[in-house]
């Protein structure tokens, strides 16, 4: 099991912004892409936003415009910033590795994130 540590997580008022960051331990983070999903209280864990092996962004509907996700391949390293953050983002975050070629998936144990006032 590759250990996925995530940071970045906390308490933030609607309108605020916060950077999740994490770090893959024991991978070469070039052949897997890497991203964000999460789950809120009662919901299933959705996809938030990834990015491919050559950096190609996506993201969910509801965060356009607001998060951008960015990758430090050298460090094995993906990162969420978040502006604009709204109660409805309140949700675990979860950061994912994945290879394409064989399906292979590794996950974080996430960090929390609430918006509220």
């Known amino acids: 099991q590759v250990p996925l540590v995530e940071s970045g997580g906390g308490f933030v008022q609607p309108g605020g912004s916060l950077t999740l960051s994490c770090t893959a331990f024991g991978i070469d983070s070039r052949f897997y892409s890497m991203g964000w999903y999460r789950q809120g209280p009662g919901k299933q864990r959705t996809l938030v936003a990834t990015?491919?092996?050559?950096?190609?962004?996506n993201y969910t509907d509801s965060v356009k415009g607001r998060f951008t996700i960015s990758r430090e391949t050298a460090r094995n390293m993906v990162f969420l910033h978040m502006n604009s953050l709204k109660p409805e983002d309140t949700a675990m975050y979860y950061c994912n590795v994945h290879r394409s070629y064989d399906g292979t998936d590794y996950w974080g144990q996430g960090t929390q994130v609430t918006v509220s006032s």
């Open positions: 990015i491919s092996t050559d950096a190609r962004p």
